[in-house]
């Protein structure tokens, strides 16, 4: 397997929490970048001391990182992404950056620096097992290099609207929360019926990435596979049959309404 995507390239990843550090392993896992490669920064180093094993240099001075770096990936939250800007308003003139903040438009972040190309994206945990959907919008045509080292993390979708991020925020970036729910309501009922936690657990994380498997193999889509297993008369179809009068799709179409007003409250907030 060829490594090393970016050549000699050097990559910061300032404000490297939860997210930043899925970027990291994904990164490394994937075989195509090095830990030499990445520099990542977190106000408190004894969170980040753990990735130095992997050959990753940590800092908490974001300036110090951001004038190393050629490509700058900021993994710091919507309140405070602007601040960041101000700062590092010196050592980010002439590079890319990489904004993964939700809800801020390249617009915006392009009123705190100058002479600095800004792309968003929006990625899900599931970077960290090479597994990532990834969300990618920029004002410039030519991000072939961005999403050749994001497709090393998983599936790369670029928008023509920015606003399109906002639904990928909903769908993927909130994605494995939701899904999480889901098993662990298919594991809760398993503990119901007299199952173990650890047996019902098992099970039903196993049946999602089973059920994930076959669509991907098969090339069936889920309202298809549904019909394939639900046997007329069978368990399978009381079960579906007894949701889908039960309105199960509203009252999900609800939760995923409150996740959209959220969003759209977080947008008018830092406008």
């Given at each position: 397997m060829e490594k090393i995507i970016l050549g000699n390239k050097k990559i910061a990843i300032i404000g490297c929490g939860h997210i930043g550090q899925a970027f990291v392993e994904g990164f490394i896992n994937s075989g195509k970048i090095t830990g030499s490669q990445l520099i990542?920064?977190?106000?408190?180093?004894?969170?980040?001391?753990?990735?130095?094993?992997?050959?990753?240099?940590?800092?908490?001075?974001?300036?110090?990182?951001?004038?190393?770096?050629?490509?700058?990936?900021?993994?710091?939250?919507?309140?405070?992404?602007?601040?960041?800007?101000?700062?590092?308003?010196?050592?980010l003139k002439g590079k890319r950056v990489i904004s993964l903040a939700?809800?801020?438009?390249?617009?915006?972040?392009?009123?705190?620096?100058?002479?600095?190309?800004?792309?968003?994206?929006?990625?899900?945990?599931?970077?960290?097992?090479?597994?990532?959907?990834?969300?990618?919008?920029?004002?410039?045509?030519?991000?072939?290099?961005?999403?050749q080292l994001l497709s090393t993390l998983g599936s790369v979708i670029e928008v023509k609207n920015e606003e399109d991020l906002d639904s990928l925020t909903l769908l993927s970036g909130c994605g494995p929360a939701?899904?999480?729910?889901?098993?662990?309501?298919?594991?809760?009922?398993?503990?119901?019926?007299?199952?173990?936690?650890?047996?019902?657990?098992?099970?039903?994380?196993?049946?999602?990435?089973?059920?994930?498997?076959?669509l991907e193999k098969s090339k069936?889509?889920?309202?298809?596979?549904?019909?394939?297993?639900?046997?007329?008369?069978?368990?399978?179809?009381?079960?579906v049959q007894l949701m889908q009068e039960d309105e199960l799709n509203v009252y999900f179409s609800k939760a995923m309404n409150a996740g959209y007003k959220k969003l759209a409250k977080l947008k008018e907030n830092l406008r």
């Open positions: 990542v920064t977190n106000p408190s180093l004894s969170k980040l001391i753990h990735l130095k094993k992997l050959g990753v240099e940590v800092t908490s001075n974001n300036k110090f990182a951001a004038r190393k770096a050629d490509l700058i990936f900021l993994a710091v939250t919507p309140s405070v992404i602007g601040q960041v800007l101000e700062e590092l308003k010196e050592q939700a809800v801020i438009s390249i617009k915006s972040l392009q009123k705190h620096v100058n002479n600095t190309e800004i792309i968003r994206i929006m990625p899900n945990m599931a970077v960290f097992c090479n597994q990532g959907v990834i969300g990618i919008f920029s004002k410039k045509k030519d991000i072939s290099e961005i999403k939701i899904i999480s729910q889901l098993i662990e309501m298919l594991a809760g009922y398993g503990i119901k019926i007299g199952l173990s936690s650890n047996i019902s657990h098992i099970l039903a994380e196993q049946t999602f990435r089973g059920t994930t498997a076959i069936q889509s889920p309202s298809q596979l549904i019909e394939a297993v639900s046997t007329k008369g069978g368990i399978s179809e009381a079960i």
